[in-house]
């Protein structure tokens, strides 16, 4: 694409997009999101290009029977749709036709069928209570999202600016750029009220209006794409599936600050999303939208790219500026804040992916506009990572006030198989559970808080009643000390004793003591940690404690794991009845633990035990079972 | 006393405990309530070089903070109002303190540190017991003990960081570093490789800056006692300047006393054969060095000329710079020329057979430790090292508590002749400017041939970083530079590359402050070091006895002037170089 100077030539471009766009009657969109890619998409695309290219006079058959020559077929890698549960998924424009878990070899017939034909291939439609959804749109698991921030997930191909242009992209850095001043760009992002997506929840405009007030005129832009949290992939999708968006958010907010460089924090475990970024950006700055002079102006913004290690606390920001600067990424104390002094200790906007992809939006649509959506202190919507036991788990996008009951039951389609639902553990390993006491309360920022769990970057793992509570607790733990810095005495000692008395408990040896010791130390954590990930490092602990604790009771008292998850409280027993005293079991155990006299019955020490089930296999008489 | 004039203007109205004070804008919380009498506790913390809020023990409540607020970064601000004393705040460190305990090795009676750990003396006040300790796994970590000087035992390490903060911004070195995430986090160097391996100087300051046991210097003192109890060995010890001015320290005495008499009378006590001064050999070092350096400006030698006492800065600059290593004077630091001497003029003098001299130096520094086993040391002939064991004055304090000597009530004496007699200008070598100031009052007398009415070059005096002035010797201006802490050798030598900075003779020392503050010396703790100037107060000590003096200059020294006429024949002279000079290895490529 030529360098554009000029708002015309945008403008201009923008329409030849457009154009280009619609010039194509046909569009087929394979998703090229990581799950799907994972499920075999890239073989996909490939079979459908050689199909095109193969059949090149073939005529199209849509709808009302418009029929087109050749080169009217496009197709295309759009980032992620969020229905991975359903993946490898296709659509196909104009129509809206989605197909499900298609594979390379269902190519052929889809293009045979549908493109050539217009026919439907019912076997790869979505299905749910009995019905057919053709259209993407009348999916349930769409019809009740409001996907303005993954709007152009699925729908467009990422690695290609023109497709972003042909949506609109860019408008709102044009009408910063030539209608406000930094000063009124900042006042619109306060009013809209925009709280930060990453977990915090604190005011964008605040930050923006803390920095643009610093005596230092070097400010940076940080875009904080480190998502770290286990199940958590919103910032990823957008990433890879509409980068410019969130590109444009942070040239906004360099706009307003007055920042002349930007760096994207992105963990190197996303390799597509830091291709789709390096494309993006070589893209933007090829045609003059990032670089000296954006749009004749004479403002300048060039953005980096930093890759972490994957180390969960470079989410942190202060330890996410260190891991720039080249240091080891470890959170520092505070004051001075990022906003004060930040990467490379000047005046910083750190803000996450989800964060800054929302305000191109909210410059075009008005701060109104984004007030009218969501709850009156937490307006807009939130995405988020639906997983665990739930029938459709993706990436979902709702209005911030959206029930549990609704993202469970209306957009997930329930809970997986024979389950019943049992907690969500929301935010991750810095969030809590929410129980079924909580499905009518709307998410957002402050009920979250109120309630002892957090919003946190959107990891909504659904849990049924095959989940152990006291296992749950146990993960995150290990999974907060693992990642932990080792920088501060709280974090580094005290979430080790904590995952200590944990194992304990899971493995059958905990006592009643452990519980109020697990508050003892849960209490001075999150009182004296030296960083948010300490400070919040408790609490998957504290709630599941608060709203479970009889599960707690019944692995220590009882030694007892009432979802059947803690191998250490099974117990394999003979039956003395059924064994016929052929000492096979004793000749297979590998930890000694079966003794008797041949022709009477076998014994099982439990203490010998190690539940491996070599027994319960080598029975010949179905004489051995489990007992939890 | 300095009293700093603080403008009210710049006081803050906080509130500590409920009793209103004031303190200057800037401080920390910290800070404050020392100034209105109230310590709080530190781990972690040392002014300066390590400010990182990590061991949170100085957690204090604020009023409208949602959490604890480490005091020792946290600024005060107008109107805050601190609670140091609270139930919640007691419950926070005592939790903390049994969290440390955890993963700790309790062997506190026959621990190093014992009696000067700041995790036991906090253990003791806030009642945490080691059965207080959580259950759970620990790390058995391997002792480090490959260096020649110290070892670590990452079993007793508390994660401070305070060696790694003063190795990296008082040493510019950066030898260790934590590795490893979590629980399983730990100081070591990189790529898991051993203290001996790595880039370390020996400077010893981590081993003081460390609040427990993890980090001691190697026990030398069973080699002396051994060569004591030896009826065949002749045992010489030296001291050099810092110790006098240290060693009190070990026994309650004031920071800054010169306990001289009372530490000869003790090494007497001990059974030492002959109790000499290096001071004697820093007023040898002083005729070699000011030699040296005359020759070097009158004949166009290799310039600027850096001094090559400190085993430390002359590894750093082995180690780092290579290139700077013609600059280094050869002269051997005093502990080897007085090594040197000993198995040589000395034993000839007395007629005694050098390989049954045992040379003990004791010394305010672990890089002697290393000094002692480097090549070219061996000025009185092959298998005869210039010193035998190297102790240091913590070392020196664990022998003297051993013989049951009650330090405190010893009377004085005098070190023996002649290797004991030294001048002022010996003396204050243990102070950072010092080597500099003793080689002027020489190199300006011998210069001018006329005797200096004033003696005291107190420009380069001072523990700050970097000293610079230029005197007129002769007609000649000298352009002289005085340094302390190696990572201030960095920044200069960066700035002589660079063409930034031009000198003649510079005194580079690797410890901040020079040796009073060295490897070896006495351990102060944290409450102490980030309060007063531990390294001033003990250089007031040398240059106490120095200005107390009448003979204060090396090269009055009758000792030494009688030396070179009995057997050195001159500075500089063929025998002198073959005993006092040394020469040095690039050690870039590891």
């Not at chain 1, 957002?444 to 002892?452: C, T, V």
């Not at chain 2, 959580?134 to 790390?139: Q, T």
Request: with cysteine; hydrophobic share 35%.
């Amino acid at each position: 694409m030529d360098k554009i100077t000029n708002r015309d030539m945008l403008e201009k471009a923008r329409s030849k997009s457009r154009q280009e766009v619609e010039s194509s009657r046909c569009r087929i969109l394979i998703c090229a999101g990581t799950g799907c890619l994972a499920g075999g998409s890239g073989e996909i695309y490939k079979r459908m290009c050689q199909l095109v290219a193969d059949n090149p006079n073939i005529e199209v058959h849509f709808g009302d029977g418009i029929a087109h020559g050749d080169g009217d077929i496009a197709v295309h890698k759009s980032g992620c749709h969020g229905f991975c549960e359903m993946g490898p998924l296709m659509r196909i424009e104009p129509m809206g036709i989605l197909y499900t878990k298609v594979k390379p070899e269902n190519c052929d017939e889809i293009f045979h069928r549908t493109i050539e034909k217009g026919e439907i291939i019912r076997e790869l439609l979505f299905k749910q209570d009995g019905r057919e959804y053709q259209r993407q749109e009348d999916i349930p698991f769409y019809k009740k999202q409001t996907r303005n921030v993954l709007k152009n997930c699925g729908h467009i191909d990422a690695e290609h600016i023109s497709e972003y242009l042909a949506t609109g992209g860019y408008k709102a850095l044009e009408k910063v750029l030539f209608e406000m001043t930094p000063d009124e760009v900042i006042k619109e992002i306060s009013e809209s009220e925009l709280r930060g997506r990453g977990g915090g929840g604190f005011s964008t405009g605040y930050k923006w209006t803390q920095v643009a007030r610093q005596k230092e005129k070097i400010r940076y832009i940080v875009c904080n794409g480190d998502e770290g949290d286990p199940g958590a992939f919103m910032d990823r999708s957008v990433m890879e599936g509409d980068p410019h968006k969130m590109l444009e958010g942070m040239m906004i907010a360099a706009y307003a600050v007055r920042a002349q460089e930007g760096y994207i924090y992105v963990r190197a475990e996303y390799p597509l999303a830091i291709e789709r970024l390096k494309k993006a950006i070589s893209q933007a700055e090829e045609c003059g939208l990032l670089g000296d002079n954006i749009l004749g102006t004479d403002f300048s913004f060039r953005i980096h790219i930093n890759r972490g290690a994957g180390a969960f606390v470079c989410g942190e920001g202060s330890a996410l500026t260190a891991s720039i600067e080249g240091n080891r990424g470890m959170p520092r104390v505070k004051p001075p804040r990022t906003v004060e002094q930040g990467l490379f200790a000047k005046p910083t906007v750190l803000n996450n992916v989800e964060t800054f992809a929302n305000v191109p939006m909210i410059i075009q649509e008005g701060a109104k506009w984004f007030k009218s959506i969501g709850t009156e202190k937490s307006p807009g919507t939130k995405a988020f990572a639906l997983t665990g036991s739930v029938k459709h788990t993706g990436l979902i996008e709702v209005p911030m006030g959206t029930t549990l009951r609704e993202i469970i039951y209306d957009i997930g389609g329930g809970i997986k198989g024979d389950g019943t639902f049992k907690a969500v553990q929301i935010g991750g390993p810095s969030g809590g559970c929410l129980t079924e006491q909580h499905m009518d309360i709307g998410l957002d920022f402050d009920s979250l808080k109120k309630i002892g769990a957090m919003i946190g970057s959107g990891g909504l793992v659904v849990m049924d009643n095959h989940t152990c509570m006291v296992e749950v607790a146990r993960f995150f733990m290990n999974f907060t000390q693992n990642e932990s810095c080792g920088k501060c005495v709280p974090c580094r000692e005290g979430t080790k004793r904590m995952l200590d008395i944990l194992e304990r408990i899971v493995s059958g040896r905990g006592k009643l003591e452990d519980l109020d010791m697990l508050e003892e130390l849960a209490g001075m954590i999150t009182d004296t940690a030296l960083c948010g990930l300490g400070k919040s490092a408790a609490l998957p602990v504290m709630s599941t404690l608060k709203f479970f604790r009889n599960e707690y009771e019944e692995h220590v008292i009882d030694k007892r794991c009432a979802s059947h998850t803690c191998s250490a409280m099974k117990r394999y027993i003979i039956s003395p009845d059924r064994c016929k005293g052929c000492s096979k079991c004793a000749r297979n155990c590998p930890a000694g633990a079966i003794s008797g006299k041949v022709k009477e019955p076998f014994v099982i020490d439990p203490d010998k035990c190690i539940r491996c089930g070599a027994c319960e296999s080598a029975c010949a008489f179905g004489a051995i079972h489990i007992e939890w | 006393m300095i009293s700093k004039k603080v403008d009210t203007m710049d006081m803050i109205n906080i509130k500590i405990n409920g009793i209103p004070c004031q303190a200057p804008a800037g401080s920390t919380i910290l800070e404050a309530a020392h100034a209105s009498g109230i310590a709080i506790p530190t781990l972690c913390y040392l002014k300066e070089i390590n400010a990182i809020g990590a061991c949170r023990i100085c957690v204090v409540e604020v009023k409208g903070a949602k959490t604890l607020v480490p005091a020792c970064v946290h600024p005060i601000s107008e109107g805050m109002e601190i609670f140091t004393n609270t139930k919640r705040v007691h419950d926070a460190r005592r939790t903390n303190l049994k969290l440390i305990l955890s993963t700790h090795r309790q062997e506190c009676l026959s621990c190093d540190r014992n009696g000067h750990c700041e995790l036991q003396n906090l253990c003791y006040e806030y009642a945490v017991d080691s059965n207080m300790a959580f259950e759970g796994e620990k790390i058995q970590y391997e002792i480090d003990d490959s260096a020649v000087h110290m070892q670590r035992d990452n079993t007793k390490c508390i994660m401070c960081r305070r060696c790694t903060a003063v190795c990296n911004v008082a040493e510019g070195v950066g030898c260790i570093g934590v590795s490893g995430r979590g629980f399983t986090a730990k100081i070591g160097s990189s790529f898991g490789e051993k203290l001996a391996e790595s880039k370390c100087i020996h400077c010893g300051q981590c081993i003081i800056a460390c609040p427990t046991g993890a980090l001691s210097e190697k026990d030398d003192t069973s080699k002396v006692w051994e060569a004591i109890a030896d009826p065949d060995k002749y045992v010489i010890v030296q001291t050099a300047p810092s110790v006098r001015a240290g060693l009190g320290e070990e026994f309650l005495m004031d920071i800054g006393e010169n306990v001289e008499g009372k530490m000869v009378t003790a090494l007497r006590m001990l059974g030492f054969d002959a109790v000499f001064d290096t001071d004697w050999a820093a007023d040898l070092t002083i005729m070699e060095e000011a030699t040296e350096l005359l020759h070097r400006i009158q004949n166009g030698g290799t310039m600027p000329m850096f001094t090559s006492c400190c085993p430390g800065w002359i590894k750093f600059c082995e180690t780092f710079y290579p290139e700077f290593i013609p600059n280094l004077s050869t002269c051997k630091s005093p502990q080897s020329m007085f090594g040197a001497m000993a198995k040589s003029y000395y034993a000839k003098k007395m007629d005694i057979d050098p390989n049954n001299i045992v040379v003990v130096s004791v010394m305010p520094c672990t890089a002697k430790k290393f000094e002692i086993t480097r090549d070219d040391m061996s000025g009185a002939g092959e298998g005869l090292r210039d010193v035998d064991i190297s102790i240091t004055t913590r070392e020196l304090s664990k022998m003297i508590r051993r013989a049951g000597l009650l330090f405190n009530i010893l009377p004085e004496s005098e070190f023996d002749a002649p290797l004991g007699i030294a001048s002022g200008a010996g003396h204050i070598f243990g102070a950072s400017g010092g080597v500099m100031e003793a080689a002027l009052r020489t190199a300006a007398e011998v210069i001018t041939g006329k005797s200096l009415g004033a003696v005291e070059f107190k420009e380069v005096r001072g523990a700050h970083g970097i000293k610079e002035a230029t005197y007129d010797i002769g007609g000649t201006p000298v352009r002289v530079c005085v340094l302390s802490g190696a990572a201030n050798a960095r920044t200069l030598l960066e700035d002589i590359k660079a063409g930034k900075r031009q000198y003649d003779f510079i005194e580079v020392m690797a410890c901040p402050g020079g040796c009073v503050n060295g490897g070896g010396q006495p351990f102060q703790p944290s409450v102490v070091r980030n309060f007063s100037s531990v390294s001033s107060m003990r250089a007031e000590a040398l240059y106490g006895e120095d200005a107390s003096m009448e003979l204060r200059k090396s090269h009055e020294n009758p000792a030494i002037k009688q030396v070179y006429e009995e057997y050195l024949e001159a500075p500089g002279s063929d025998i002198a170089h073959h005993l006092l000079h040394t020469s040095y290895v690039d050690r870039s490529e590891k």
